[in-house]
């Protein structure tokens, strides 16, 4: 039989709530600024340092930001949200809000499982982009522009690489002692 909730437990629950929707929205602008800063520094160096006219640069960055905003706005809330909840609470090692520990646990072992080929996939995209730093760099005549968008990319496979590691410690973590 289940039991009543208290004012305390409901006061629990909506500052749960409360902290993830925050952690939520600080996250998404995170990857939203960062997904239109490469946006803009492709559609400058690329675009509008080469011999294609600065309104086509322009023209890319407007329609980056309408395809993000349309994904953002337009995409599934509810399973956003569940997601946002079980990746908040493997991140802060609590269950917040409405979460449910068994999502929680299942999304902890999904983590272990894909480590390999995770990983595989970000040392291979960094490998590849640092050929790509160099070859323009190299060649007659050398293109600095492309360099300078491939090692930025290449900074942010590496960021994605730590980030990959942390939620695997993460993951560990939660596996090995769960909150009660």
């Known amino acids: 039989m289940a039991r009543e909730r208290s004012a305390a437990d409901d006061a629990a629950i909506r500052q749960g709530e409360a902290d993830l929707h925050s952690w939520d929205h600080r ?3 995170v990857v939203e600024a960062v997904v239109l800063a490469f946006a ?7 675009l509008g340092g080469g011999e294609a ?34 990746d908040f609470a493997l991140r802060h090692h609590r269950l917040v809000g409405w979460t449910r520990a068994d999502a929680v646990r299942a999304r902890a072992q999904q983590r272990l499982h894909r ?18 730093v160099v070859v323009p760099l190299v060649a007659d005549p050398p293109r600095p522009q492309l360099a300078v968008v491939a090692g930025v990319a290449l900074v ?12 695997l410690t993460e993951a560990r973590r939660w596996l090995a002692d769960p909150p009660a």
Not at 40 to 46: D, K, P, R, S
């Open 156 to 167: 942010a496979s590496g960021v994605q690489l730590r980030l990959h590691e942390r939620s």
């Open 40 to 46: 803009a520094l492709y559609a400058f160096l690329v």
């Open 115 to 132: 480590a390999g080929l995770v990983r595989a996939v970000w040392v291979t995209v960094s490998v590849v982009l640092a050929a790509c």
């Open 27 to 29: 996250r998404r602008l």
């Open 53 to 86: 006219p600065a309104v086509v640069s322009w023209g890319f960055l407007v329609l980056a930001v309408l395809i993000r905003t349309a994904s953002w706005h337009w995409g599934d809330r509810a399973a956003r949200i569940d997601g946002a909840r079980v």
